[in-house]
């Protein structure tokens, strides 16, 4: 029996959300430059034409991936309010979210490391910046530790290399979440005050 124009739809939308479910789960192990448009379609088993047929490319995978998975799931941190209450207690704040990374289900926490880790690579930082726009952990560190450096109470020396290391801290908070602490990531980072 011959499918319907509506049967037709509903398969194309299942194919296009299993797509995107597996470049979630890629992009949040492998990160950005990790993911090969091979790699997802040796595990969607389909391909590459099919997969071009939903996306243009890598980055408009990548943009789906981020505006209909990751920015709608309402367990991200606020970057905003963290920016707002500025210095060590932005960073407090922050700090305090990552604390619960070790409760989150599977996809959760692949949303929340895909929205805090990316973009860690400055190329691809300068192709997304105008498309994340308020939405870089990199940058609210940035500006939560210069603060916090202004009022005294964080560590001294180059923000970027400070950034650097306590995003390889976060990457492993949520990588390994037994493993480390969001305290122990804000003692280090206020001198324990």
């Not at 299993?18 to 090969?36: C, E, H, I, P, S």
């Not at 860690?120 to 930082?125: D, F, P, T």
């Not at 994340?132 to 560190?141: I, N, P, R, V």
């Not at 210069?146 to 005294?152: E, I, P």
Request: positive net charge; aromatic residues 10%.
């Amino acid at each position: 029996m011959p499918r319907t124009p509506d049967q037709y739809q509903e398969m194309k939308l299942r194919r296009r959300s299993q797509m995107l479910n597996v470049g979630l789960r890629l992009f949040a192990t492998l990160g950005y430059d990790g993911v090969k448009t091979d790699m997802v379609t040796k595990a969607l088993r389909c391909s590459h034409g099919l997969f071009f047929h939903y996306f243009e490319n890598k980055e408009d995978f990548f943009l789906c991936v981020w505006n209909e998975l990751v920015l709608p799931y309402p367990g991200l941190p606020n970057y905003s309010s963290c920016l707002n209450l500025g210095g060590v207690e932005g960073l407090k704040s922050l700090c305090d979210y990552y604390a619960k990374s070790g409760k989150l289900d599977a996809k959760s926490l692949q949303k929340l490391k895909i929205y805090t880790l990316f973009p860690l690579n400055e190329e691809v930082n300068k192709t997304f910046a105008k498309k994340m726009k308020g939405h870089s952990f990199q940058a609210t560190l940035s500006t939560l530790l210069k603060q916090g450096q202004a009022q005294g109470k964080v560590v001294a020396g180059p923000v970027n290399e400070i950034v650097r290391a306590a995003l390889t801290l976060f990457e492993k908070l949520l990588n390994e979440p037994t493993s480390l602490s969001s305290d122990l990531i804000y003692n280090l980072l206020t001198k324990g005050l």
